[in-house]
């Protein structure tokens, strides 16, 4: 008995609710050989709602080939070349979507629609000032319209606009609208606070937010804004939790090890890094972040290893060639700082610590010419530094530089102005005439 009713069900289905059964339930075959039966017999309703399911679950084709089937038969449905437009920019077909949505008049019902669509075509073309004016256009026929509001929340957060952004995720909550396209409005309100630089405000949203409703990316959120706010147990047990759910959301390690290590935990940070390592050996940055925890645990083998991998996976990352040179320098190798730093020493915009570096090694190399030269391309940086400028004086007085020499000195004790023995050795230049 209960077969046969259960069979009766069955027989009532359409072929297209059928074929969506099949194809969710991965029997692609037997899917498509109802989806053919449901191009043919199923009524234009059933077929518009079939493809709003498949393109739902990424089948763009099969939805395209039942909306433009539909648009033949309905020419004057607008709705269907939206929807169109927005399965060609999915697929990168700009000119396709753009005559699209060129045939949807401002008087079609789905005019508001083909605005929205269009605002996101743009976007990916990335002429953003024209997709604002598309929303923008949007809220002036629809300002009520949660989509629209919501749609104009997410491109000024986009724009790192927070403060705009904030008002339409505000806005949105005030009407009681708490989520919308499976977006949590308090999450993002939350976010555009901490883009702003309001964490207090940017906290007290984030924990309104329910633990069910607490997505990868809102306890990253909530995580970095505690960091913030420096309360680093805090950051490290929202952190913690995301990296027990989610273990290959790797954004999430280099902050939580930024909060460990704040909080006196350089171990467990360096421990940290290296799991994120093992998620995404191809970010230099967390070999850098490695070599730093290392070298304030004084593992220096480890920090030359990082610093290497770093520098294998991006040789222009310039802060690890400098962590590496500053390594070089603290071990006495001087020739190995020298060979790692040549290939730079020409390059616009250098970092002035490698200016300083290769002074040091030349000194000691006995490059004296070439240590001059970068004693003074280095000055101009360094004249707040009084290990610097100490350095150079005496580097400056070695070789008989006698001007320059002075004007470190000078530069030093206006620092260190008690320092009594450098202080008298300048009486001694000023005593000269310098």
């Not at 395209?64 to 607008?78: A, G, H, N, T, V």
């Not at 005019?111 to 604002?132: M, P, R």
């Not at 004693?375 to 707040?384: E, G, L, S, V």
Request: with cysteine.
């Amino acid at each position: 008995m209960k077969i046969r009713i259960f069979q009766r069900k069955v027989d009532t289905m359409s072929y297209s609710e059928q074929a969506l059964s099949k194809i969710e339930d991965g029997d692609l075959k037997e899917g498509n050989r109802l989806y053919a039966w449901a191009l043919r017999k199923d009524d234009a309703d059933t077929l518009n709602s079939f493809a709003e399911e498949l393109y739902s679950l990424g089948f763009d084709n099969k939805a395209k080939r039942i909306y433009e089937k539909l648009l033949e038969q309905y020419p004057d449905e607008d709705s269907l070349r939206v929807n169109l437009a927005d399965i060609a920019i999915g697929q990168g077909k700009t000119d396709q979507a753009l005559q699209l949505l060129a045939e949807v008049e401002p008087s079609s019902d789905a005019y508001l629609q083909s605005l929205l669509v269009s605002a996101d075509l743009y976007q990916t073309e990335e002429l953003y000032e024209v997709s604002g004016q598309k929303l923008l256009e949007a809220e002036r026929i629809a300002p009520e319209e949660p989509i629209v509001r919501f749609a104009l929340g997410e491109f000024y957060n986009m724009m790192q606009n927070y403060k705009k952004a904030a008002a339409y995720y505000l806005g949105l909550i005030k009407q009681g609208i708490l989520s919308l396209s499976a977006v949590n409005l308090v999450g993002r309100l939350a976010t555009a606070y901490a883009g702003m630089g309001k964490f207090e405000t940017s906290m007290a949203y984030f924990e309104q937010i329910k633990p069910v409703d607490q997505t990868p990316d809102i306890l990253f959120q909530q995580g970095f804004v505690y960091l913030q706010l420096k309360n680093y147990p805090r950051a490290i047990e929202v952190l913690e939790k995301l990296r027990d759910t989610n273990p290959d959301y790797v954004s999430l390690y280099p902050i939580l090890a930024q909060a460990q290590a704040q909080n006196n935990d350089a171990t467990a940070a360096l421990k940290t890094v290296q799991e994120g390592i093992s998620f995404d050996e191809y970010n230099e940055d967390l070999y850098s972040q490695a070599a730093e925890l290392a070298n304030q645990l004084g593992q220096y083998e480890d920090v030359e290893h990082y610093l290497t991998e770093a520098l294998k996976l991006n040789p222009e990352q310039m802060k690890a060639v400098v962590q590496l040179s500053n390594l070089y320098i603290k071990q006495k190798r001087y020739q190995d700082n020298v060979d790692l730093l040549q290939p730079y020493i020409s390059e616009n915009d250098l970092d002035p610590q490698i200016y300083w570096n290769i002074a040091v090694s030349d000194e000691h190399l006995d490059e004296l010419a070439a240590a001059k030269t970068a004693y003074q391309n280095a000055y101009p940086f360094f004249t707040n530094n009084a290990e610097f400028l100490r350095s150079a004086f005496y580097f400056f007085r070695q070789i008989g530089l006698t001007e320059w020499a002075v004007k470190c000195l000078r530069a030093y004790l206006k620092l260190v102005p008690d320092d009594d023995e450098l202080s008298l050795i300048l009486e001694d230049y000023e005593n000269e005439g310098f």
